[in-house]
């Protein structure tokens, strides 16, 4: 070993002991920082005013210019709180306040993190062991079941036993609770708040309001929430900034929140009952007992009964088509559905009513996300299925005027659904002159489209009397569901254009008149409060046309093929039906024009 060398070794051994010493002398030092706190073991810097801030406090041993950072579960800086401060020996610092977010301003991420205090004068910095968490990630939350009831679909209430709904979580809740919201009928508005016990994963509602009261009937979504350590809030269905649960077209809500208050309800029928025969109408009581009856529109009851089974047999009075009405009824609520019968002898007219649109309008949850399921909101819709309203919607000033009118007047027809199209069961279009539909008719499957849009252009009559219809498509499973809704096409299925219905108050006026359409009729039809406007039609010009005075198309009659095409387009005309004479005129031209 040259004496170079040894020399090198030899300040190797003394740099070695005395880091060692120093080491040691560190070790057995008095621990300068002192009553080292934080406000809080986990932070949530999301903004909702809960731990969104961390505060730390400590105390130092002797005089020291410090610098104090918040460092990363590697040690490297996030954010420096403080930099070159003096301060004395035992005098606690003022509350440092971390928001969480680094130097450029950011939200840091999820993690733990410690604080960094820098003894200047020392020459050493000391990184606290007591560590913290921030959390910004909400608790995920899922209501897995509802019971006491099983099987798939929405718990119901009221039970027969008087037991209430139960409500069962993913895990146990901390600072939990349930939100329980009405989705139908609209508005969609909060109803009953319950709380969830510490630590529980169950939950109970009993049906009532925020008053104490029970609730109404209709569709209910129960939503958990809790919050985690740091105050994060988790939610079982997101909310919107009104605190409403948010819903995303042709998508089911998370879990199986779905709640059902519904005594009494009835389903209708999805095919006529031929004249002579009876008809099963299913009935939902709850097991209880309820009383029924079946009339004739507009008229008493011809038959009465109370039962509590599932379903009621009963034969309608009359050999004629007729569109009837079973009502179930229980205490002060009633559910009413409509029921169709044919008498089977060829009549000229084929009056149509529109089931797929009564169900795809139902707001009744069929699958218990506590939605209800509705082909506006992208589906899918059972069509065998109990109403969720005392009658389809719009049924009272669409086909239920219409159809009293035609039997008041003894007007004979065939009468069918659109479900009996589709299966090819019950009356059909052939071999008829014309086809009434009678109320609305939003959706319909391409094929039983296709049907009316041969019948049309092979010479037969098509009178619209609902609006907004023959511009969609729904596929009908083998199943009876209906699937896949679309949105409104560019035209309907003949090819004519329409604008959206208009709310005012119009007046409108018969013009040109091929057909004779407004003959009886003062050729005026005022003071309506929505009107459709058709753009444009097939051909150039119209067969008959009235208009408001800014010329828009509302009333109007045009050629397809053979055949012709009245659409009204004046959604209150059917309920004017019996004060109205122009109306009476104009149906009992269009009647005239169905039946040649």
């Given amino acids: ?132 968490l921030v959390d910004t990630t909400p608790p995920k939350v899922r209501v897995i079941s509802i019971g006491p009831g099983t099987g798939p679909g929405p718990e119901m209430l009221p039970r027969a036993d008087g037991r209430p709904a139960e409500v069962t979580l993913n895990s146990p809740a901390r600072d939990g609770r349930l939100l329980v919201f009405r989705t139908a009928p609209l508005p969609v508005e909060q109803v009953a708040e319950v709380p969830i016990e510490q630590q529980s994963d169950e939950a109970r509602w009993n049906g009532r309001g925020a008053n104490g009261r029970p609730v109404a009937a209709g569709t ?119 029921l169709a019968v044919d008498d089977g002898q060829k009549n000229r007219v084929l009056v149509v009513l529109g089931l797929m649109t009564w169900q795809g309008r139902n707001p ?88 009316l849009r041969n019948f049309v252009a092979d010479g037969g009559t098509l009178v619209e009397a609902g609006t907004d219809s023959l511009l969609r498509s729904v596929t009908l499973t083998k199943k009876a569901n209906l699937v896949r809704p679309l949105p409104a096409a560019t035209a309907d299925i003949f090819g004519s254009t329409l604008e959206p219905a208009a709310k005012g108050n119009f007046d409108v006026t018969a013009g040109d008149d091929e057909i004779d359409l407004f003959r009886g009729t003062s050729g005026l039809f005022n003071n309506y409060e929505a009107i459709e406007v058709t753009k444009t039609v097939p051909e150039a010009k119209p067969l008959a046309s009235a208009v408001t005075p800014e010329g828009a198309l509302t009333i109007v009659a045009f050629r397809v093929g053979k055949g012709t095409v009245i659409r009204f387009g004046l959604p209150q005309l059917p309920s004017r039906l019996t004060t109205d004479p122009d109306v009476q005129g104009l149906m009992t031209r269009s009647w005239q024009l169905l039946s040649r």
């Fill in 1 to 132: 070993m040259t004496r170079l060398a040894q020399l090198f070794f030899a300040l190797l051994v003394i740099a070695t002991g005395a880091a060692f010493f120093l080491a040691q002398k560190l070790k057995t030092a008095d621990p300068v920082l002192l009553s080292f706190r934080i406000s809080a073991k986990a932070i949530s810097p999301n903004g909702d005013g809960r731990f969104d801030r961390q505060r730390i406090t400590f105390r130092l041993k002797r005089n020291e210019l410090i610098d104090v950072a918040v460092v990363d579960d590697r040690g490297d800086r996030v954010r420096e709180l403080v930099s070159g401060l003096r301060l004395p020996a035992y005098r606690t610092i003022s509350p440092l306040v971390w928001n969480g977010r680094d130097r450029q301003g950011a939200v840091v991420a999820d993690g733990r993190y410690r604080i960094r205090v820098t003894l200047r004068r020392e020459g050493r910095s000391i990184v606290v062991p007591q560590s913290f």
């Fill in 220 to 338: 209910y979504l129960v939503v958990a929430q809790r919050r985690d350590a740091a105050g994060v809030l988790g939610s079982s269905v997101p909310l919107d900034a009104q605190g409403l649960p948010i819903t995303v077209y042709g998508q089911r809500l998370p879990g199986r929140g779905g709640i059902t208050v519904r005594p009494i309800a009835a389903q209708p029928p999805l095919l006529p009952t031929s004249a002579g025969s009876s008809a099963v109408v299913a009935v939902d009581g709850g097991g209880e007992r309820y009383s029924w009856s079946l009339s004739s529109l507009g008229k008493s009851a011809s038959r009465r009964g109370r039962s509590s089974a599932g379903a009621v047999r009963v034969k309608p009075p009359g050999k004629s088509s007729q569109l009837f009405l079973f009502t179930a009824k229980r205490g002060a609520l009633r559910s009413s559905v409509p």
């Fill in 364 to 451: 009744v949850d069929d699958d218990g996300d506590g939605e209800p399921n509705l082909l506006s909101t992208g589906g899918p819709a059972k069509l065998a299925r109990v109403l969720g309203s005392r009658l389809p919607a719009r049924f009272a000033f669409q086909e239920k005027p219409i159809m009293s009118w035609l039997d008041s007047n003894r007007y004979r027809y065939d009468l069918t659904t659109d479900y009996g199209l589709a299966r090819g069961r019950g009356p059909k279009l052939e071999g008829h002159s014309g086809v009434l539909l009678v109320g609305d008719t939003v959706w319909l499957p391409p094929a039983v489209a296709s049907k």
